[in-house]
């Protein structure tokens, strides 16, 4: 669950796709998250394979203060996802990227969401 989705493939086929998370039960509400899974995972409408933080926003902001990203994946399968955030307190929304690879993320659980990148 989330908006201001932008999505691209790794080169092992899975989906990674970048967004706002706008659940209000999940342990990343408001911030910017990432999600890996398959096309077939969209299709049938399953569960991801997991979700990752990748910026911790909501401690600092409502939560209209992150979206709109860009996510590119480099040739060495870094992907470099873009977007905007308040991430100090008292600040206004800066533009921040965050680079990772799937290896790095990869067993990431709903137990470990909180985890940022």
Partial sequence: ?????????????RIVMVFRDTCI???????FVGWVG???DL???REEQ?????????RYASAG????????R????????T?????????????VSVKFRLSETDGSTPDNEGTTV
Avoid: Q, W
Wanted: charge should be negative.
């Fill in 25 to 31: 039960c999940s342990k990343t509400a408001v911030d």
């Fill in 43 to 45: 299709v049938e409408k």
């Fill in 83 to 95: 977007t905007y955030a308040v991430i100090e307190k008292g600040h206004r929304a800066s533009i």
């Fill in 38 to 40: 398959t096309y077939e």
């Fill in 65 to 72: 203060y992150t979206g709109y990203p860009g996510l590119e």
């Fill in 1 to 13: 669950m989330g908006d201001r989705h932008a999505a691209g493939y790794d080169e092992d086929g």
């Fill in 50 to 58: 997991y979700r990752v933080r990748l910026i911790a926003n909501s």
């Fill in 74 to 81: 480099l040739a060495d399968s870094t992907f470099v996802a």
